[in-house]
């Protein structure tokens, strides 16, 4: 089996790619100057390319694709053009030639926020819901679910589109949540955070990964109805319980100040994934 991985130096697509079995042949692209956000326990077969450079020629013989890739995920930053260029247009190319390559099966990564303003409907949210994102990142990736649903409906790809909750772990960028928790309890510093109370539905990295894994080895056999689901742990906590129980995991001698740094405006308070 021949897989084509997306995004395969970020942090969710490095963790992918090192469960996946070793029978399995890897093939990612790469900038130049990039290098994987974790160690890669594994071969890959390196294409030296941007994604929007890809064609059919490089997606020959491949059995499947596995999209990871996406600029502007929270808290980086990336504008209107470049998020609705690489999230929806980049899309659209890797998909057509995939469908000119003859590949099968592709999996999309995408992500809870695309719910937005849904999550004040639901105590956990079912991946049937209204999709109402309220950032220029979520809007893209919405925009990019439906312009990939109904592509391989036409096209007969097996799509299985992934919303992925909170993920944390080893190698995430060191601006979100976890990693700068993390630093500020090796640093021994007191750590400055919002008021904690909002509730989200936190997911090893790991956990993520072998859902991924799961659903590659999934035989959809010549069933072409796109399979949406949420890749979550189904549990909410306060980002404060969350916080504090990392804490006493690493034994942090420093504080925990909540309500330092103000809440986003207009943020749903619970996000929270039906499984």
């Known amino acids: 089996m021949k897989i084509f991985v997306t995004g395969a130096t970020g942090f969710i697509g490095g963790h992918f790619i090192n469960v996946v079995p070793n029978e399995i042949e890897v093939f990612a692209p790469i900038r ?50 470049e998020l609705y260029y690489w999230n929806v247009d980049c899309t659209l190319k890797l998909l057509r030639s995939a469908a000119e390559a003859g590949v099968g099966k592709v999996i999309i990564a995408g992500s809870y926020i695309e719910y937005g303003l849904s999550a004040n409907t639901y105590k956990y949210i079912p991946s049937t819901a209204a999709l109402l994102p309220t950032t220029s990142y979520a809007s893209s990736k919405a925009a990019a679910f439906e312009l990939a649903h109904a592509f391989c409906i036409d096209a ?9 909750f909170s993920a944390f772990g080893e190698g995430q960028y060191y601006g979100n949540f976890w990693p700068s928790l993390k630093k500020a309890a090796m640093d021994n510093k007191d750590f400055n955070m919002t008021s904690g109370e909002q509730i989200r539905d936190f997911i090893p990295v790991e956990e993520v990964a072998l859902s991924f894994l799961k659903d590659l080895k999934l035989d959809n056999g010549i069933d072409f109805t796109p399979r949406v689901k949420n890749v ?30 103000p809440s986003r405006k207009d943020e749903p308070i619970r996000f929270v994934g039906k499984l």
């Open 32 to 81: 130049s100057k990039s290098k994987p956000k974790i160690k890669l326990n594994r071969n890959v077969n390196w294409i030296h390319k941007e994604l929007d450079c890809i064609d059919s020629k490089d997606l020959k013989e491949m059995n499947a694709i596995v999209h990871f890739a996406s600029p502007g995920v929270s808290p980086q930053k990336a504008s209107w053009k």
């Open 156 to 164: 007969k790809i097996s799509l299985i589109y992934n919303r992925i």
């Open 232 to 261: 979550c742990s189904g549990k909410g906590i306060s980002i404060l319980e969350f916080a504090s129980s990392w804490w006493g995991i690493w034994n942090a001698k420093s504080k925990l100040i909540p309500g330092k740094i």
